[in-house]
């Protein structure tokens, strides 16, 4: 049991770490589920503007999906022991 680590021992930034780490799962999440619903518009859309709208609406949302898994890698890798911040 005493090899078991708690929060009190991960410094105090572990919890507010681990709730950032969570809320940027969920904001990928919500940003995938609206990049699925603008490729189905351009799928069965039978209006040219509202199929060109979300042509538009797909670009927008993967430059944020890009940067939100950026920023959970950077976040995977400042969780590991031993990394190194610059």
């Keep these: 049991m005493a090899d078991q680590g708690t929060d009190a021992e991960k410094g105090p930034d572990a919890a507010g770490s681990d709730a950032a ?4 799962h969920a904001d990928r999440e ?8 603008a490729q189905a518009r351009q799928r069965f859309g039978t209006d040219a503007d509202a199929i ?13 999906l890009d940067r939100i898994l950026t ?3 950077a ?3 400042r969780r590991q022991p031993g990394s190194r911040r610059w």
Excluded at 30 to 37: H, Q
Excluded at 54 to 63: F, G, S, W
């Design 21 to 24: 780490w969570l809320a940027l």
């Design 52 to 64: 060109a709208q979300a042509r538009v609406e797909e670009a927008e949302l993967l430059v944020d």
């Design 30 to 37: 919500a940003v995938e589920r609206a990049l699925t619903l």
């Design 75 to 77: 976040a995977e890798y």
């Design 71 to 73: 920023q959970i890698r």
